[in-house]
């Protein structure tokens, strides 16, 4: 593995010290900021999140904050779903494009009261993108990222975690619901949440010079179900299906190539960017789809940093984005984005590290 | 040092294969771009770019395309410098701003063609921003990002080199200037560039496949010269004055602020997106300045990732955005992003690893 080099570019999260003190190894940057990916045991990370209970660092998942008059307007404006029916406390998730239906970010909006929200974002900058709606359209609304920075707190046992901090109320939440609350005078937001299919909830941090203290409530009140760092883990990521942007999207994804159709309400306003372009798309049908792989071999593989070509009858006809060893299914397994003309059972091949290696395709998710 | 976990929202660029050969160890990100940051031997590398010839994988420096009848209107309507006289073949340096007057990105600009620009970015999406602007202004262009990937040749033997490569019409380049030309039929861009100022040539490969033929045939060129692989050098830097866009500029810092006023013409049209902001801001005088800093002490610090607070009189007054050991001055040297109340000569500290180091307000460039 290569080293990462310090540059005040890359900022650290307000869980940084705390990190370090478990035993970071190793970060990817995300958002302009250092996410740990690492603490040196990656399957005792990945079980833990499977049976246990796992503390996240996801401070780069920053907020992009709408507040003024026009910030539901604006909200409503950048995503292609219908969120008039989004209440205060609740959160949606909802993919972002531009104007050509052309997938830019998939945050969860929250709507912490009708003149403000928060888009929970992935890896791109919607600060310049919302800034640059709004002040093209003349809206008054005011768009800046605030002293805000989740931590995950993810697995079978977070709820029994998180209830013994803040108060069984939390049982009670439905999924991407939150509430705003604090502990030991800490500003913060709960909400049931998480980049996991495993349960759990983010902890939304409102004062960045708190994150160590913070870090250490969660942990302290975890011991007893043995919690334990951990981070967005690529292996449940890839059982559990779920997509990555920038990793599993391109420069043309559209979501309905994403799986993430269902997200998106053709009826909003034609003001809503993309929305013409994707009403398009949807007509037309889109030409890739997302499906998963199972390669042959018993041993894990090494991806590395690029997409990887998929051949069918010697053509190419879609990108490995991602793939990884399943603990649970002991194979390779990865996404595809490939031709619609590409269907689950069809056998395939990836070139991988200069080899040919045979997969077929499959539905997703994996488990 | 920390690793960095691989992940397909981070590019290699078209030279990875060549510096992996090279023995690259680290990396930063830049524009979700893998770039070199160290080979191993700093020393060796810095000292490379002063007295010889140095070889930079600079892939990430991206190019934003503008390409249509409206490209060169939406070239102005971004950068807040008159690009009126620009000819075709010039590259020109200007900051970009978003409509308060906040640096967002400082590209060079290189006018291809009236009706083709590419901007050589910085550390920020401006594929995003331009793209947002574009559309909502309803202006007939396209903004892209094309197969396009830099690489520096730098140092005082750099001329020599690039022109044993491509000819002696090299040596009448002026800066920022370029041609198009091929080399072995590798369609490249040549310009008189470089982020040093020792001095240098960058090369812009237009056919990714091509990486590691463009890097084997320079560093063929550079062996009579000891040519070896180096990366945009922090020390370098530093000495040099050369601002970070990202690392010495937060999300309120305008052109003025960091000594790049020379480069906004106060007199381009209304519709340049933050002219009118900048305007104010130059009326009233920008709040803080740039100064290098001097700091106590004879062994080099570690900076880190993050800004120091500077104090003076027991008062914060500005923050260290970066510091290194230079190896020509023997001291540790870096950037204060300052109140404008604070002046070269002036006595601070700063608070680092715990400890309050002494140190004197210096003018930039150090060398």
């Known amino acids: 593995m290569f080293g990462i ?23 990817t940057t995300y958002n302009h900021m250092l996410m740990p990916t690492s603490f040196g045991h990656p399957e005792a990370e990945y ?7 796992s503390q996240w660092d996801v401070a780069c998942e920053r907020q992009v904050q709408l507040k003024g008059p026009d910030a539901g307007r604006l909200a409503q404006i950048l995503a292609p779903r219908d969120l008039s029916g989004c209440s205060i406390g609740q959160g949606k998730y909802a993919p972002l494009c531009n104007h ?26 919607i600060w310049f993108w919302a800034r640059a709606i709004a002040e093209e359209r003349g809206l008054t ?28 109320w939390v049982r009670g939440l439905k999924y991407f619901w939150f509430r705003e609350t604090a502990i030991d005078g ?86 809503v960017i993309g929305i013409k372009a994707l009403r398009r798309i949807h007509a037309a049908g889109p030409r890739r789809h997302s499906l998963g792989i199972v390669l042959e071999g018993k041993d894990p593989i090494t991806f590395g940093f690029a997409w990887k070509d998929i051949c069918k009858d010697g053509a190419k006809v879609g990108d490995l984005t991602t793939c ?3 603990y649970r299914m002991k194979k390779n397994i ?12 069809d056998a395939i091949e990836v070139v991988m590290q200069g080899k040919v290696i045979p997969g077929t395709l499959t539905e997703l998710p994996f488990l």
Chains 1, 2 share one sequence.
């Open 47 to 53: 079980w833990r999140i499977i049976n246990g209970v």
């Open 334 to 345: 990865g996404f595809a984005l490939i031709s619609t003309r590409c269907k689950a059972g």
């Open 186 to 271: 800490i500003p913060v937001v709960v909400a049931r949440s998480g980049w996991s299919k495993q349960g759990g909830f983010e902890i939304y941090l409102k004062d960045g010079a708190r994150g160590t203290q913070l870090w250490n409530i969660v942990k302290e009140a975890g011991k007893s179900r043995d919690i334990g760092p951990g981070n967005p883990n690529w292996v449940e990521r890839v059982e559990s299906g779920l997509i990555s942007y920038g990793g599993d999207t391109d420069r043309e994804t559209n979501p309905f190539e994403v799986r993430m159709g269902k997200y998106v309400d053709l009826h909003v306003a034609d003001d």
């Open 324 to 326: 990884t060893w399943s």
């Open 100 to 125: 050509a239906g052309v997938l830019i970010n998939d945050p969860i909006v929250l709507k912490l009261a009708d003149d403000l929200y928060w888009f929970s974002i992935a890896d791109s900058n």
């Open 141 to 168: 609304v005011e768009v800046s990222e605030p002293d805000v920075s989740p931590m995950a707190v993810q697995g079978p046992k977070a709820e029994d975690v998180v209830a013994s901090v803040f108060g069984d």
């Open 5 to 27: 080099t310090p540059s005040a570019r890359l900022r650290p999260s307000p869980y940084f010290e705390a990190t370090l003190s478990e035993g970071v190894t190793a970060f």
